[in-house]
């Protein structure tokens, strides 16, 4: 976070002391991430009186990040912009905001296609039945396309942002970006710019992220101390440098799912470095640690991480699976969005909560993502390449992810 950040962002809550019971969440199972049954909820207000972030850990195999639900004040009470699991932790802390406040009156699920985000929307819906509900066009679930009503969205209070106009019109400007097809479904994202507080609220299409690790881990750096370590058989041992080496590698794998730096070593290799002294618990998971990293993959951190506060990005796995051939539609949303008055913020629903976000930073970003090569299939881009490449010579993703939505 960076300094200018510090002075607005304040922790509300710590809730190190609620029971596991308010943090539990039983449908997990439909999208069996890490932590599973168990979401901590932080809470920071992020300007004071207007912008909220409600954060859980999300992941796989211990590649956690944080995802947030944003709570906006709204002329007649409060507005939620990207679902989280309602546990009674987080339903506790929104009731708070809710007597000073005003009740919520909005529940916003401004994505089409990040499932993340979506799984919690009906249970969301459910726990506050008098607030209307928004959802991004083109819902689609998978593998089978279900209609709305059946995945728990209520229809009888339930508009479409842009088909059926947008919420408070008056304190709000949206911006859509997309649609694009995707082959099995569409991404599309629709972002909030909130004039009062100067915050342009987005989904995954824009990121900062930073070396400092989120303290979301600080209560359980488990994950960050699991991708320490070089093999299985080291314990989990924590100090700062471990959850700052531990955090870079967890980015690495957010943000490119498999880095260049990275070897999965041979089964036989896995298991012999597994069920060792030390590491035989279910939090070390026995040993069994299937990663090699390489040399350079510090450098290969570095290029995601900010140093002195996030660094604002299109994350890799977006830029190469959602817009390798649809750089113009990214370049003319933040055109868009350079426009907009009195823009000083950013709060999206990954990793660092706030970042600075003034025309200047859009120009240099549009700048960049307009001079530097795009979409490559280069060192730790391989990966993403190849599985874009698949998809293409499959036929599953189109050449021009617009032609489906021309006129
Ligand atoms: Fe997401």
Redo the contacts with the bound molecule.
Sequence with gaps: MTPENQAISGQVSANKTVSWLDQEWPWWPLLPLYPYGQRRTLVRELIPNQIWSFEQLQGLYYVAVP?RLTVVKVPGGLMLFNPLPPTPELRRALADLEATHGNVVTIVLPTAS?L??KLSLPAMARAFPQAEVWVCPGQWSFPISLPSSWLGIPARRTKVLQEDGFPHPDSCTWLPLGPLDLGLGRFEEVACFHRASGAVLV??ALVGIEAEPPALFDLDPTPLLFHARDRGDQPLEDSPQARRRGWARVVLFATYLKPGPLVIPPLLEVLRNAFRPGTLSPKAHFGLFPFAWQPGWEAAAQERLGKNGPLLQIAPVLERLVFPRAKDVLLEWLDEMRRLKGMRWLVS??FSDIVAFKPHHVRDLSESISRRPWAINQASWSFLGSVDQRLLNLGVVPKDPQAAFKD
């Design positions: 995802v990040g993340e985000h989904t995954d629903a990954h």
